[in-house]
């Protein structure tokens, strides 16, 4: 039984709840950053990182300070709660933002302005309220792993479509050869908001399907 | 004396040219959710505004007067995020007591100003381009204003085609979210006709 449970945290993250494409959260990331795959891979795995480090420490924090402080005191914190988790989630961003700046300057200057703007990817502030707050340690980090990758999955997927036609290319490699003209729409503002429309379009067309075979 | 033209120009840039929704990504969450009618997108967009320019410039004072004298500049995310935090509060007070309807049709979506990534974008940019030079004090306010009037025309724009898409026939797989993205693309693409004017 509770294997199943461990197994169902984990894998929700994917497609039932996928963070980009069924719950619409951490857009302007996934927009911005999946000009191609090896930028979207970055981001996504930066995002995970923090999603799992701030899920677990949050979750030890509410254990912690349920345990050790009063009915009345804890009452009291849980006011101030959102500003708390979001020091915690500013704090590891600032961890990520160097270990990139340290370790891949050439990805860090990709992804820019969206390494400090994970502080406010809707789906850590999200995570962290409505799972990490009321669950142990454990299932946090496995519910931060899979939100996290199912996260990174959706980028790369964007970011696959996006250069594959804006580039002609998949990880830096050509595709198509040299006589491909790519579409460089894909690549720019507008491709990003076509693609995301259409793939939307495309995994609620693939629910609707399931639910109807279902019946 | 404060080089009009610069301020202008920068002004443009970050209204029409760099718009912060259709060119940049920020604030995409707002930008889809409260666009569903114009009454609320304009509450909204006035919102976004007003904290885009405190931000602007408080996130101003508190790097060149607090962060930098004391070298702690790495505390930079945390310092900004928390003064947003604290600016949204005091907006959404003064709304509260101010515009009890407004307060009401903007629900859910006040708080979360505070993880509008438009806001904290701002302030990041403003930090990266604008500081350290000269009259950047006046810059910043400028490109934080700027930045809240791109962002509501963006709404305002994106509101008035989504009232009329409630009553077009869109396949049912792209009904709401997946159709008014594909609305910001084509939108995105006459913005981009923009682009060489500066």
Known sequence: ?215 | MFELGTLFKIFIAVVIVNNFILFRFLGLCPYIGVSKDTESALGMGMAVMFVMTMTAAVTWAIYNFLLMPLHIEYLVIIAFILTIATLVQLVEMIIQKTAPALYDSLGIYLPLITTNCAVLGVAMLNKDTLFGESLSFVKCIVQGFGAGVGFTLAMLLMSGIRERLELADVPACLKGIPIAFITAGLMAIAFLGFSGML
Request: some cysteine; glycine content about 10%.
């Open chain 1, 1 to 215: 039984m509770k294997k199943t449970s461990i197994a169902s945290e984990f894998f929700k993250g994917f497609i039932r709840e996928n963070p980009i494409f069924t719950l619409c959260l951490g857009l302007c990331p996934a927009l911005a950053t999946s000009t191609s795959v090896k930028n979207a891979l970055g981001m996504g795995l930066s995002t995970t990182a923090v999603l799992i480090a701030s899920n677990m420490t949050i979750s030890l924090l509410t254990t912690i300070l349920r345990g050790i402080s009063s009915e009345i005191f804890y009452h009291k914190i849980q006011k101030v709660r959102i500003p708390l988790y979001i020091v915690v989630i500013a704090s590891f961003v600032t961890m990520v933002d160097f270990t990139l700046k340290g370790y891949f300057p050439a990805l860090s200057k990709d992804l820019g302005l969206f390494v400090p703007l994970i502080v406010v990817n809707c789906i850590i502030l999200g995570r962290a309220e409505a799972f990490a707050s009321k669950h142990n340690i454990g299932l946090s980090l496995i519910d931060g792993l899979g939100m996290g990758l199912g996260f990174t999955m959706g980028l790369s997927l964007l970011g696959a479509v996006r250069e594959l036609l804006g580039a002609g290319q998949l990880l830096g490699l050509s595709v198509f050869g040299s006589n491909f003209k790519p579409a460089i729409i894909f690549i720019l503002a507008p491709g990003a908001f076509l693609t995301i429309g259409f793939l939307m379009g495309f995994f609620r067309h693939i629910a609707t399907l399931r639910s109807k075979r279902g019946n």
